[in-house]
């Protein structure tokens, strides 16, 4: 009801986001290594995505994954209902469901990672082969999440580090402080052991990606790699790590995320407290606390170390569980109505923002739409006998970004696909397709140079000029700049 609740209106008002005009990501997401995904497309799930369906079979995942997490950590009442609802509503994945062909995939890897750290811990209080049957399936989870998206990796060691600390709080379904810790070290133990699982589920990953390009004849390709910068001295790469945790941590990150500073609060009364009762913890046991909290609230940001650029929103995957496990570790002793309060007051709080960004996003499809009708009509007017199966057409530049409707500091939401890379002819030709506006073709190498000698002495649409054939080629000038080819020119 949450998740219902949080993403309702992206859930009755469609729009064709940014990457769903592919019809087939198949070899795409294998190049990216993310065969796990590309298997559920081909064997279970509707490829690219279907409206509606597929963003509720990913809120439905979401959900499984949240009510596993609360069982993991033996919550029950106003503290269960405060982990799920903080989890399913933090806004930081509608980043992620903003790519709706790999919403229901990346909410299912969620609940794999979820899944295997419950495998793991079962596993720990068998013997003998049921033990090493257990062990198998948690890598085999580990290993699918992460061949789902690849950010997913740091899923499952954050939530064993929260159900350390949980069980590290004493608590258990009924609320009672009476329950056995385990020692420091047996945690210890727990998270070495994991550390190993996790390396072997790495080696496999690895191993699986390489052998499925192989098998399909796909060269790789890294989506983070074009994000990492490490060329530049110790000191700037320190100040540009530093900055980008300073904004995770404080929630100024991105729009909506301003809630992720209550994790960051929350993580400090954790550590104040295991501080203030050194003497009583003792030093190991304090230490030990420490460790936990602040491995949950940084392991998020982990993929911050790997560039001097600020990340897309949609790579820190973990923070809506971070944000969770921590406000509800430091929360779940009070009075339950103010948990329940406070759940609830979040909860309105992520709906607004979440059905803000999906709501800008309409509106600026709605204006693409006009803007390509319009640009069509044109066309069909000043040559009547246009033939799209003989005459290609060429997108010159893009439009500004500058939609009144689009939020600040809000990513790709809200973005028009005329103004995507500066202009991207496949994308828009891909647009005209879905929309039923044009069917046509882009020009090729040859068909753009003969029309980049003509598109310098035209205007800029919506000059009725700005559309012109030249050369057998039909071109349309959106901007003074060329835009993104998928061929050199030069």
Not at 111 to 121: Q, Y
Not at 225 to 239: K, T
Not at 364 to 382: C, E, G, H, P, S
Request: glycine letters at 8%.
């Amino acid at each position: 009801m949450a998740s219902l609740l949080v993403y309702g209106y992206p859930l009755t008002h469609f729009s064709l986001p940014i990457d769903g005009e592919f019809a087939d990501n198949f070899a795409q997401t294998i190049a990216f290594g993310r065969w796990g995904h590309s298997l559920l497309r081909a064997w279970l799930l509707p490829e690219p995505f279907t409206p509606f369906f597929t963003l509720l079979v990913a809120l439905l995942a979401l959900s499984l994954a949240a009510t596993l997490g609360a069982r993991l950590l033996r919550l029950s009442g106003a503290g269960a209902l405060l982990f799920t609802t903080l989890l399913v509503g933090f806004p930081q994945l509608a980043y992620q469901f903003e790519f709706i062909n790999q919403a229901d995939t990346l909410a299912i890897g969620y609940l794999l990672g979820i899944a295997s750290v419950w495998l793991f811990v079962n596993a720990l209080a068998l013997r003998g082969a049921p033990r090493w049957g257990g062990l198998l399936l948690a890598t085999g989870c580990y290993v699918y999440a992460i061949g789902i998206y690849q950010s997913l990796v740091v899923i499952p060691p954050l939530m064993l580090l929260g159900r350390l600390a949980f069980i590290e709080a004493g608590t258990d379904a009924s609320g009672d402080d009476a329950r056995p810790r385990i020692a420091p070290r047996q945690g210890l133990a727990q998270l070495a052991g994991f550390a190993l699982l996790s390396l072997v589920a790495l080696a496999l990953y690895v191993a699986i990606t390489r052998w499925t390009q192989a098998h399909f004849a796909i060269a790789g390709s890294s989506y983070l790699a074009g994000f990492v910068n490490l060329g530049l001295g110790p000191w700037a790469y320190l100040h540009a790590v530093t900055a980008q945790l300073a904004q995770g941590l404080g929630g100024r990150q991105n729009f909506g995320l301003a809630s992720f500073a209550l994790a960051s609060a929350a993580a400090a009364l954790l550590l104040a407290t295991a501080l203030l009762r050194w003497r009583t913890l003792g030093a190991g046991r304090s230490a030990y606390r420490w460790l936990l909290t602040l491995g949950m609230l940084l392991l998020p940001f982990v993929f911050c170390l790997t560039s001097r650029y600020a990340l897309p929103p949609r790579i820190f995957v973990a923070t809506s569980l971070s944000l969770a496990l921590l406000v509800t570790l430091a929360l779940y002793r009070r009075d339950p109505r103010w948990l329940l309060g406070l759940a609830a007051l979040l909860l309105l709080i992520h709906g607004a923002r979440v059905s803000q960004l999906f709501a800008s996003d309409a509106a600026v499809r709605q204006a693409d739409v006009l803007m390509a009708n319009r640009i069509a009509t044109a066309l069909y007017l000043q040559y009547p006998d246009f033939d799209p199966a003989r005459t290609p057409v060429y997108f010159h530049g893009g439009i500004a970004n500058d939609s009144v409707h689009k939020l600040p500091r809000s990513d790709v939401f809200g973005s028009s696909f005329f103004a995507w890379d500066g202009g991207n002819n496949i994308r828009l030709r891909l647009f005209f397709r879905y929309y039923g506006i044009g069917d046509w073709r882009n020009a090729d190498r040859d068909e753009t140079r003969r029309a980049l000698h003509q598109v310098e002495a035209m205007p800029i649409w919506p000059n009725p000029g700005a559309i012109q054939r030249h050369d057998g080629v039909m071109i349309v000038k959106l901007g003074a700049h060329r835009g993104w080819l998928p061929f050199s020119v030069e």
